[in-house]
Nanobody, 124 residues
Framework: QVQLVESGGGLVQAGDSLRLSCAAS????????KGWFRQAPGKEREFVAVISGRGITTYYADSVKGRFTISRDNAKNTVYLQMNSLKPEDTAVYYC?????????????????WGQGTQVTVSS
């Protein structure tokens, strides 16, 4: 099973930007869907963004639309999450995930592989 490793998290101030990366341990099919989810303390894991295999189609949670951008580089087996205009409510552990299929989903249960997560903390 492919391993996903996130990086790029950290402590920033409100209004700052961060770019998260998620690298796969082996070459995965470029048609597989990739997604980002997050989980804040005491809350359930929630959908953030998803991207189709070729990177043509993307969807975002309403809470991040216009501020976050998901992208992928299939040659590098890496998916990114550019986060701009960060807010304290964006504080969470961010997880990347892979869905071994071509149908886009925003449901965590539909994803097959998960990274260990990277902490993003936004101070006010």
């Amino acid at each position: 099973q492919v391993q996903l490793v996130e990086s790029g998290g950290g402590l920033v101030q409100a209004g700052d930007s961060l770019r998260l990366s998620c690298a796969a341990s082996e070459r995965t099919f470029s048609t597989y869907v990739k997604g980002w989810f997050r989980q804040a303390p005491g809350k359930e894991r929630e959908f953030v963004a998803v991207i189709s295999g070729r990177g043509i189609t993307t969807y975002y949670a309403d809470s991040v639309k216009g501020r976050f951008t998901i992208s992928r580089d299939n040659a590098k087996n890496t998916v990114y999450l550019q986060m701009n205009s960060l807010k304290p409510e964006d504080t969470a552990v961010y997880y990347c995930a892979e869905r071994r299929g071509v149908v886009i989903s925003r449901k965590a249960a539909d994803f097959d592989s998960w990274g260990q997560g990277t902490q993003v903390t936004v101070s006010s």
